[in-house]
């Protein structure tokens, strides 16, 4: 059995299952055998402690039913033994969260590395739920235990707040203690390191303005003047000494986040407007196609604002998480990015509190950026998690990626675009000389790379794909080939995730979590090269199993998820699919395969056909509508 003092009192079992206890005076006999925990109470102590001045008709005896009741619920006859000086809880040091919390604070004390101070600090202070003997700190018996635990906690505060502060947290450090200097104004030490944290976060005034404080109340409460530690940080801001701003550890680049490898090439504008969109709000999704870099912004936007946030900003992979995962996989993927360990079991946790509580404990009074990468497998746990977590954390800002949007409240949206001519060149050049120093570009070479950029509609990852190829074929071959995109566009970066890997990947990751009637609409979509209007996409994706009634739904789907898009054009809704969706629409196997009439596009689009906008003249249109109960797409 584990139990659990450090809040509410609590039992489980050791495979972390709630053990229930409801009787009250069965729960009382239970905290004041945990109370003397590893020492025999007395039957008179134990019998005041339940009953007081009321005493049942015979004591001893209703004593000993509760303790028989306590065995039960426990499960475990031995639990409770009774000896010459009175009834015994037998319990290890390891079982009672109030013991776990005391051995991590004396292991702290003999640290000298301030980070792992802080960190084991920091885990000490998790273990607990609430006041000490929640429901019973004001009992007699519990009285004098509860206020012990309260004062340890407390200095387990300020010995973890010194600890930051020596790594340079300041900021961080003035928000935690904020709260905690107005419930304990007099505790010299808490008020020492508060004012030490806002002199370290640029904030002198407030600083003198605490130290003028806690030296009032000290004189008015208690006749005193403050110590020789506060007196001693007052002197040392009056002379702006160097020593109150603590040496910091090596910050980590970029916030936390992982270093680039190649420059970030056409999304200048991209980056302001993204960074002033986070300004507005703290919840924003970047929405997009598969490959079109959303990842890449997302990271540059949190590196260049992380200066903003004190703790830092950090990236969460999502994209390795199962599909139908929930938010406590989510909960531990933030935890482990974060480095919040979540183990209960090794770190003495409570089990019953979950991963997503644990996370807010341990974001609270925090600020930082989180990115939350590849959301779109995931986007309902996701968006859970992500509303939780910003509800409870202030302090908080998040910024996402996926193909569709979490629709949470606050969100706000970025869909990322492709990149222009000019800068889908830029990049080509700039990956194409990477994989072959030699590589030049004649004025014949530029026109084949410009026609390689349109005919893979800008997209930043089919760009770098078809720049690995110039080592093979010079580029106007290379343009030549365009028509057989997924079969040349099969090779990539070793250390990329598998889904960019090749061109296929990439579409495949978008295709999948599809329903049938999705992919049918978006197969019957394809016959438009320039898109089409609402009423010309209704009447072709309706019928021959996709309920017409149902279209409209379908197409929205489609747009949430980024595979297709809706335009406004000369007062009409355009509707057209995004580029790697026009370019998958002609090869998945089988999508447009068994047409007998002949009249069905079977090869390409159209290379200088646009992806994006168009009329309702799409090539093939009426033909189809003629043909369409002999060649219904599959």
Not at 23 to 52: D, F, M, Q
Not at 57 to 67: E, H, I, N, R, T
Not at 432 to 453: K, L, N, Q, Y
Not at 543 to 560: F, K, S, W
Request: net charge neutral.
């Amino acid at each position: 059995m584990r139990f659990g003092v450090l809040g509410p009192l609590t039992v489980w079992t050791k495979d972390e299952r709630p053990v229930r206890v409801a009787e009250t005076k069965v729960r009382t006999l239970l905290a004041a055998l945990l109370v003397e925990r590893g020492r025999p109470v007395s039957t008179g102590r134990l019998i005041e402690g339940l009953w007081a001045r009321r005493l049942p008709a015979d004591p001893s005896g209703a004593l000993q039913m509760k303790v028989s009741r306590l065995r039960r619920a426990l499960n475990d006859p031995g639990a409770v033994v009774f000896g010459p000086a009175g009834y015994l809880l037998r319990v290890d040091a390891d079982q009672v969260d109030a013991d776990r919390f005391e051995t991590l604070v004396t292991r702290a004390r003999h640290l000298s590395d301030a980070k792992e101070r802080a960190r084991v600090l920091s885990r000490a202070l998790d273990l607990w739920r609430g006041p000490a003997f929640t429901g019973f700190e004001e009992e007699g018996f519990a009285l004098a235990e509860a206020r012990r635990l309260e004062e340890l906690r407390l200095v387990a505060w300020e010995e973890a707040a010194e600890a930051r502060l020596e790594l340079g947290e300041h900021r961080a450090v003035a928000g935690v203690l904020a709260e905690m200097v107005q419930a304990h104004p007099l505790r010299e030490r808490l008020r020492a390191a508060h004012i030490r944290a806002l002199y370290g976060s640029g904030r002198q005034s407030e600083a003198l303005e605490g130290y003028e404080d806690v030296r009032g109340r000290l004189r008015d409460e208690l006749g005193v003047d403050p110590g020789p530690e506060l007196r001693a940080v007052h002197a040392a801001i009056l002379r702006q000494d160097p020593s109150l701003r603590a040496t910091r550890s090596a910050p980590e680049p970029r916030g936390g986040l992982p270093a680039p490898v190649t420059g970030l090439i056409g999304r200048e504008e991209a980056l302001a407007q993204v960074g002033a969109v986070l300004r507005a709000g703290r919840m924003v999704t970047l929405t997009g196609p598969g490959g079109v870099g959303k990842t890449r912004l997302a990271i540059e936007v949190a590196a260049s604002r992380a200066e903003r946030f004190p703790d830092g900003a950090r990236l969460v992979e999502l994209a390795a998480l199962p599909s139908d995962c929930g938010g406590e996989e989510i909960a531990d993927a933030m935890a482990s990015a974060l480095g919040v360990r979540q183990d209960g079991a090794l770190e003495g946790r409570t089990p019953s509190v979950s991963s997503l509580d644990r996370l807010v404990s341990a974001l609270r009074g925090r600020r930082l950026l989180l990115v939350l990468d590849n959301c779109e497998h995931v986007v309902e746990a996701a968006a859970e998690v992500t509303s939780t977590l910003l509800r409870s954390v202030p302090g908080l800002h998040v910024l996402a990626t996926g193909r569709e949007r979490l629709a949470t409240a606050g969100e706000l949206l970025w869909p990322v675009p492709p990149l222009d001519e000019d800068a889908a060149v830029r990049l080509f050049v700039e990956r194409a000389m990477a994989a072959d120093p030699g590589f030049e570009m004649s004025e014949e070479g530029r026109a084949a790379v410009e026609t390689i950029c349109r005919r893979l509609d800008g997209i930043p990852l089919a760009l770098e794909l078809a720049a690995t190829r110039v080592r093979s074929l010079d580029v106007v071959e290379l343009a030549a080939r365009m028509d057989d995109r997924f079969r040349l566009l099969s090779s990539g970066r070793r250390d990329a995730p598998a889904r960019q890997r090749t061109l296929r990947s990439m579409i495949e990751w978008s295709w999948e979590p599809l329903s049938e009637d999705e992919r049918t609409v978006l197969r019957r979509l394809a016959t438009h090269t320039d898109g089409c209007t609402l009423h010309a996409a209704e009447e072709l994706c309706g019928g021959d199993g996709v309920d017409p009634a149902e279209v409209l739904e379908r197409l929205g789907r489609l747009v949430d998820r980024s595979l297709v898009v809706c335009t406004g054009t000369d007062a009409i809704d355009c509707w057209s699919r995004s580029p790697p969706t026009a370019w998958s629409g002609w090869r998945r196997p089988g999508s447009w395969s068994g047409c007998a009439t002949g009249i069905w596009p079977t090869t390409s689009i159209s290379p200088n056909a646009p992806i994006f906008g168009g009329t309702t003249s799409a090539p093939g249109w009426r033909d189809w509508t003629r043909s369409r109960a002999t060649c219904a797409p599959p």
